[in-house]
């Protein structure tokens, strides 16, 4: 049997871009063609996925890594590098995502089909077809892609529970669930022993279904009297009820009564949900002298009932067994084809998380000025920087990002280092004026290139 697990921490990480192709067209009578080097595909994304065949996190303990694709180089004659396939992670419906260094919130999987995209794939290289200019007819460069995400993610299983027990309390609700899963609920002798929901894992052999066991309720629950009622939405979700009433105390028929008055008082709906009735106690004297008139009086009013006895077991299998069906059944009318209202209510829907606006900030440490910021950071990390073309453009962009005007104030020099994430270079204002790659070939012993 499993034990209840309901939080896992996965490492994701995103494809890289392909990097964009370097190439001139070749054709038999023209010696000298045009650039024609075609973009670097997509890296693959991280997208996690609900799923409704399943019900725990169980598996994260032994998949914790989930690295997508890299996308692929591009080729000559502007062919554009196969994309890296999207890694779809599939987790129970109910899971909540949080970065797992931030705890930022990364979204609420509340529906079957719904996705998160967590790691984007990095955007491929642009290849050298694209940086043909009128003062740079044959750009001897292309773009690298731009690397993945990595991240660590933190799953929160906010359980959604198929089978919810309700009843009076000290009616034997959390034995029950203790006998039917791994999970260990506080028990005692005396009402109000539950103060928050339990919930277990019951393996049925064939599937696994999450049952809940919420704090007893009285007569006036809804009107702040008792626990319960603040915690009936924890039931408003699951597909069945079983109501738990203890054969042995006085007037069990009472009791119940309560517990359905408190139900409608809360939500209607939640009277209209299946009620299965189970008699426990039934080890006890007093509750065997009432089974039988307490069998007829629920059948009488259209219940289900069982017979059952959380300490001996008895009648625990036939319960398992009764609502393993009933489960079956349900999920099986679910995947069918439902009405055209109903599907689009069902519709996945998307949640993209928006990359923070561009941002930076210049630093000067020694003789170094350092510049971060994502986007900087970005453009640098995809800047070949062994070509003195690229470290050009590379610096053309800087300017129109105002990282130019900042480095300036900075104090940044003819010959001053910058450093931007990885890739370091030698400040050269002539870049800004120069338009060919003719000059720059001395300048090359100066840009120091990204360590690789
Ligand atoms: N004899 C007998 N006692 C039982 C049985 N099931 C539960 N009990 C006892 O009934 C008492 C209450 O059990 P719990 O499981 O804590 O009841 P509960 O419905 O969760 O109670 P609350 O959380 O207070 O609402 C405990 O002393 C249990 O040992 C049973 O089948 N037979
Ligand atoms: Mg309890």
Redo the contacts with the bound molecule.
């Keep these: 049997m499993h034990t209840f697990l309901d939080e896992a921490r996965v490492f994701v990480r995103s494809g890289d871009g392909g990097k964009g192709a370097m190439h001139f067209r070749r054709e038999k009578y023209v010696p000298l063609g045009g650039p024609d080097g075609g973009d670097g595909g997509q890296g693959g994304s991280i997208v996690f996925q609900a799923d409704r065949g399943l019900n725990t996190l169980f598996n994260f303990r032994r998949n914790r890594r989930f690295v997508a694709a890299n996308g692929e180089a591009g080729g000559p004659s502007r062919m554009h590098g196969r994309n890296g396939e999207d890694l779809i992670v599939k987790v129970p419906i109910g899971t909540v995502l949080r970065d797992g260094d931030t705890g930022d919130f990364l979204g609420d999987l509340t529906r079957d089909g719904q996705t998160v995209e967590v790691a984007r794939g990095g955007r491929g290289g642009l290849g050298n077809v694209h940086f043909k200019s009128s003062t740079n007819q044959a750009p001897h460069f292309a773009e690298k892609g731009e690397p993945g995400q990595e991240r660590w993610v933190n799953l929160e299983l906010k359980v959604i529970a198929d089978v919810g027990f309700i ?1 009076f ?7 029950l669930l203790s006998v039917m899963s791994a999970a260990h609920p506080k ?8 103060l928050s929901p339990n919930l277990g894992v019951v393996d049925t052999g064939d599937f696994d279904f999450v049952a809940a ?1 919420i ?2 309720l009285i007569e006036g629950a809804h009107e702040g009297v008792g626990l319960g009622h603040e915690f009936l939405r924890h039931i408003e979700r699951t597909l069945i009820l079983v109501h ?1 009433v203890d054969g042995s105390i006085d007037d069990p028929l009472d009791a119940f009564r309560q517990v359905n008055h408190e139900l409608q008082a809360h939500d209607e709906a939640l009277m209209q949900k299946p009620q299965i009735v189970v008699v ?2 039934l ?2 004297p007093a509750a065997q002298v009432r089974w039988p008139e307490l069998r007829s009086a629920f059948a009488d009013q259209g219940y289900e009932v069982l017979a059952l ?4 077991r008895l009648g625990v299998d036939a319960l398992i067994f009764r609502l393993a069906q009933f489960l079956t059944e349900e999920r099986r009318l679910e995947g069918a084809p439902s009405t055209g209202r109903e599907d689009a209510e069902i519709e996945a829907e998307t949640i993209v998380i928006k990359p923070p606006a561009s941002h930076f900030e210049v630093e000067r440490k020694r003789k170094t000025f350092h510049v971060t910021g994502e986007d900087v950071e970005r453009l640098a990390v995809m800047t070949d920087t062994d070509s003195d073309e690229a470290l050009y453009r590379l610096q053309r962009r800087l300017k129109q990002m105002g990282v130019i005007a900042a480095l300036e104030r900075a104090g940044a020099r003819e010959g001053s280092k910058v450093r931007i994430g990885s890739v370091e270079f030698a400040w050269d204002s002539s870049y800004e004026t120069e338009g060919t790659s003719t000059r720059s070939r001395s300048r090359s012993k100066r840009a120091v290139g990204s360590p690789r």
Aim: aromatic share 8%.
């Design positions: 009843g309390p000290n009616a034997g609700k959390s034995t028990i005692a002798d005396y009402p109000f022993t539950t066991d704090p007893g738990v426990n106690k080890d006890l006895s959380a300490i001996t």
